[in-house]
């Protein structure tokens, strides 16, 4: 189980380095990210969040691209990440990948299945489940499939699998920081709150 972000690019961009993604494709968050990487993710987040200044707001200007860019990651409330937590079955080679419309924000989601109504939806088209069943989870791709593959988790196990994700957006967040300084040192800290607010963490997960 891995956290990744959805990655359907912005054409143009020239506003920091950033690394080589697959378009729509999903790139992995966590300790082994290069600054490229984190570069990458920066710039996915904020163009999905992406807003003009309101009324009553004071704009970013034309000679701050950088600021408008990040203007709507920045203020918003409840930003979104899209992505989720992937799932590798080696095994089989089942893969469980977040669906449409899924967000790295609902991570903790996962916590309903092994905690709470034992049920979860994680996007559409694919339409990814995961439904507890006695001690074991049962995790199915494609729930609109019938008989399709599915991958099978004991509760505990699910757990540590959920908890090893969720230790990796955290260090994402910390790489995060850290690229901050160098690339937008003078909103290293709002740009560490509001990344950990999309990743579904809290504004201190970045100081962790």
Same mark, same amino acid.
């Given at each position: ?126 339409? /990814?489940? +995961? ?5 074991? @989870?049962? %995790?199915?791709? *494609? =729930? #609109? ?44 800290? /709002?740009? +560490? ?5 999309? @990743?579904? %963490?809290?504004? *201190? =997960? #970045?100081?962790?």
């Amino acid at each position: 189980m891995q956290p990744v972000l959805e990655t359907p690019g912005r054409d143009g961009f020239d506003l920091w380095p950033f690394g080589p993604y697959e378009p729509y494709g999903f790139l992995p968050l966590g300790a082994a990210m290069s600054p490229a990487d984190v570069g990458t993710a920066v710039m996915q987040i904020a163009d999905h969040n992406e807003a003009e200044p309101g009324p009553g707001e004071e704009p970013a200007g034309s000679g701050d691209p950088a600021g408008r860019f990040l203007h709507g990651l920045l203020t918003s409330e409840h930003p979104v990440a899209p992505g989720g937590f992937r799932v590798f079955a080696p095994a089989t080679g089942t893969v469980l990948r977040p669906g449409c419309c899924n967000g790295l924000e609902e991570w903790q989601d996962w916590y309903e299945v092994l905690d709470g109504d034992g049920f979860a939806l994680f996007g559409h088209d694919p339409t /990814p489940e +995961a439904r507890r069943e006695g001690t074991l @989870v049962r %995790l199915t791709p *494609d =729930s #609109a499939v019938r008989d399709g593959p599915v991958i099978e988790l004991p509760l505990d196990g699910l757990r540590r699998l959920v908890t090893a994700a969720a230790d990796e957006l955290a260090a994402f967040l910390r790489l995060a920081d850290a690229w901050a300084a160098d690339h937008c040192p003078d909103r290293r800290a /709002p740009l +560490a709150a509001a990344l950990a607010r999309a @990743v579904g %963490l809290g504004a *201190d =997960s #970045a100081e962790a």
